[in-house]
């Protein structure tokens, strides 16, 4: 019953400082499950910064972070991927050195079971065993994880499934990011967080990526999204929160937020065009 | 009492020489991101050119004091120019490779000048001790001081008041922003380079005149106690390593006062494990900063491995295999032989610095953990020789993973730092743990090789059980990186932030890596033993560590094909070319420059 209420994610005073700099000011937030929050704001507005906090890559000053209703604040991120939360990076964080084959499948390394039992203390010698000898059941789950893969690439047509085999660092910088988002989906998230996914991309890959972001959305997924470009950010999201100076400074509907005057301060007022292909380079 | 203000004057001395090894490593760090491990290298240098002056030419000690300053900051811009400028733009292990081989060759081309055996460098002050308090000092303690203190304030006038000084803090502050101000970096990476080989350089003078005594083994131990200060005051600090230095100092003298002379070292070492692993960013550090920035470069080289055909490798290995059956010499056996354990060890590298990208530089403690083992086994408790060897792996595997663990949450240069301090550890504590390692007189009378009650004392025997196990590990270890683990190793290895948000905990891959990796190597020692039936604490030195990662480098990181071409090309190719066997060292350093220069990718390919 309790499920109905609690937020599948929820943020409360959570602050980060850097030095005299607070990076992250008192941000409240709540999601709940299936939607879609897009977080906007000019650079250095701390946007970034709150996703390491929600994934474990940086620990909160003060404040909590809960997810169903666990608070996770401070946990490492290897757990909070093994409870469900991915994400991607804004300045693209693929394997350069993988296969995308491979790199989709680390997206998938939290799914393994049958070549990680969980079994205390001996855990770990197990998996070394069980990778070694690759019994049946080790090498099933293996095969299916990359029919798994095969089915994720396919959602994005015809530009990665050709460059299966090949290093990730030979890819173009649309296609990292690509695959970057393919990785988070082979984990099963329950919680997904996209970095600026489009940054870098012309307008026709960013309109192939808003409509796979408006796919997942209807797929039930919950997604906090980062974006500078306006466009996609009011037509996917059911709420906009708007950051300055680490602080929240405007939420709600897209279309309201939009004409807040201090939205439009926190713009205009740091001379900054809402151009995104700019804010990228950063 | 008075004895314990000797201690102290003696460890401020002592912290005063490792301060001017220590500035110059922060004063690098600062400007390139780059710990100098050719550091020790040029205060060697330094004590040579001053024991030429000093007993060849008989200058005077002011001009002894200017010689080795100017021929050591020549040193220093040589390898400057020569040697880390064309690697500015290639990825981060680049620089760090080539210091450890420059320091090789400097080491070499030492000691084939001067020949390895000891040499004293007179003081040139009068002998004489002042009564100071309770304790005494000499005029020679005054002298250290003096020049420590001197150059500090020189230094400081530099950075604050000159024009080039101020271009080296901003250099250090911010590299991009410093270059778009019109800061001239090349230029400020020469000053730094040129100030930190003289003051290393006349380091190594005095210390040589303090103990009135230099040979080639002060390199390595001026590089380890400089990176130690520097670490310990902070990477970059020019302050802290001044403090660090006096601390370490401290610390090393006190030590030795309680606990002996041999314990020097390991007070030093352990200090720098524990200042890495609680306070990484040195003690002066705030306790949190800003989460290091998102990596842009790769750490090694991307490249696409060589594809070698599955009958190409068969037909090899099985004239491998049947070589013996061939009338050939025992030379070649014995040759081969030497491959096949150094390309076990090479396996054990090639996976730890290669797949995970952890480059170990203490890697021969590996050998040393399972060499002891399996040799202490088979001589106390006569446990069949193949069972030894077998329990000398696990030993390694367990104890030298548990003894790497406090480096895991570090990374790049810090990896390679920590693990050789770990590596000199171990070999402090074979030394010093007498009741179970025999200490300084080693272990003889190992009992040779033998399988099921049969001796193989022959060198076709001993040939055909190396290659064996090679081929067995090579293979394990091929099946390994078929796995999910082989990627999950690779993607540690690329970046490590984006694999923990991806349930990748690094302590238990890294763990499970060193597992493997520490037994492959812990079964090449145990062999070892057995083969030599001789062992002390200095069979596997730093010199094996160092040329394991040359055979590494040359196959190609991570490449297990590679590692075992890499060994019979580094161990064949000399005797093919009959080189003797002092210049060795010296080529492998040579291969390993032109390697980072010119193939990083090695020669089968990073995989």
Sequence with gaps: MAEQHTPMLSLRGLTRRFGGLTAVDAIDL???????????????????????????????????????????????????????????????????????????????????????????????????????????????????????????LARFGERLLPRIDQPAYSLSYANRRRVEIARALALKPRLLLLDEPTAGMNPTETAEMQGLVAELKAEGLTILLIEHKLEMVMRLSDRVIVMDEGKKIAEGPGEVVRGDPKVIEAYLGHGLSETPERESVV | MSSWLDYTINGLIVGNVYALVAVGLALIFGVSRLINFAQGSIYLVGAYIGWVAVVQLHTPLPLTIIVVAVAAAIVGLIIERFGLRPLQNSVRIAPLLATIGISFVLDQLVMLTFSPNPRALPSQLPDVRFQVGGGTIGPLDLLIAGVGLTSALLLFVFLRYSKLGWAVRATAQDRDAAMQMGVDVNHVNQAVFGIAAALGGVSGLLVGMYYNQIDTAMSLQATLKGVVAEVVGGAGNVPGAVIGSLLLGLVESYGVAVFGTSYRNLFAFLLLVIVLVLRPNGLFASARQAPPEPLTGTFIAPSRPVRIPRWALLVTAGVFAILPFFPVSFYVLQTLINAWLLGMLALSLTLVAGTVGQVSLGHAALLAIGAYTSALLSLTLSVPVGLAIIAGGLMSAALGTLLISPSFRLRGHYVSI???????????????????????????????????????????????????????????????????????????????????????????????????????????????????????????????????????????????????????????????????????????GIVLLLLVRFRPQGLLGTI
């Design chain 1, 30 to 152: 709540d999601l709940t499950k299936g939607e879609l929050i897009s977080i906007i704001g000019p650079n250095g507005a701390g946007k970034t910064t709150l996703f390491n906090l929600v994934t474990g890559l940086d620990r909160p000053d003060a404040g909590k972070v809960s997810f169903e209703g666990q608070d996770i604040t401070g946990l490492s991120p290897e757990r909070l991927a093994a409870g469900g939360i991915a994400r991607t990076f804004q300045l693209g964080r693929v394997f350069g050195n993988l296969s995308v084959m491979d790199n989709v499948l680390i997206g998938a390394h939290t799914r393994l079971r049958a070549v990680k039992p969980a079994v205390p203390v001996i855990g770990p010698l197990l998996e070394l065993g069980l990778a070694l000898l690759r019994p049946a059941s080790v090498r099933a789950e293996e095969e299916r994880l990359r029919e798994e893969v095969k089915a994720i």
């Design chain 2, 418 to 588: 920590a693990t050789l301090a770990i590596g000199e550890i171990v070999s402090l504590v074979i030394l010093n743990w007498e009741s179970v390692t025999r200490g300084p007189i080693g272990i003889s009378g190992i009992p040779p090789l033998s399988l099921f009650g049969y001796d193989l004392v022959s060198p076709t025997s001993i040939y055909w059980f190396s290659f064996v196990v090679l081929v067995v590990l090579a293979l394990l270890q091929g099946r390994l990186l078929g796995s999910h683990l082989g990627r999950s190793f690779r993607a540690i290895r690329d970046d490590d932030i984006a694999a923990r948000a991806y349930g990748l905990g690094l302590n238990r891959y890294k763990s499970l890596a060193f597992i493997f990796g520490g037994f492959a190597a812990g079964v090449s020692g145990g062999i070892a033993a057995h083969l030599y039936s001789y062992i002390n604490h200095e069979t596997f030195n730093t010199q094996q560590s160092i040329l394991a990662l040359t055979v590494v480098i040359l196959g190609g990181l991570g490449n297990v094909v590679g590692a075992i071409v890499g060994a019979v090309a580094l161990v064949g190719l000399p005797e093919v070319f009959r080189i003797a066997a002092e210049y060795r060292i010296l080529i492998y």
